[in-house]
């Protein structure tokens, strides 16, 4: 199973999207939040649109451990740290 770039890119702006929206510094982001974001707005993400939902949760883990800091490991529903730092790196 290999991410493509334009997965990645897609999982990073929907973090982006999801941080933006909630208007603090720090924020968790949980699994859920970042797969809901691309499900209501399938045409922001056409790399994403395609494949179905355990596939999607499977990259969206993968991207955010490799960028984010993890808060929680849960195997259900993992989150990750946010900062406006953290985005820009």
């Known amino acids: 199973?290999?991410?493509?770039p334009d997965i990645e890119r897609e999982i990073l702006h929907a973090v982006r999207?999801?941080?933006k929206k909630s208007g603090e510094y720090e924020i968790v982001?949980?699994?859920t939040v970042i797969s809901l974001e691309?499900?209501?707005?399938p045409r922001e993400y056409p790399a994403l649109k395609r494949y179905n939902l355990s596939e999607r949760r499977k990259w969206i883990t993968m991207v955010c451990d490799r960028h984010f800091e993890a808060?929680?490991?849960?195997?259900?529903?993992?989150a990750?740290?946010?900062?406006?730092?953290c985005l820009h790196e």
Do not use: H, L, P
């Open 29 to 31: 982001i949980a699994r």
């Open 38 to 41: 691309i499900m209501e707005n």
């Open 71 to 78: 808060f929680s490991t849960n195997w259900r529903n993992g």
């Open 17 to 19: 999207t999801v941080y």
């Open 80 to 85: 990750w740290m946010i900062t406006r730092r």
């Open 1 to 4: 199973m290999k991410i493509t």
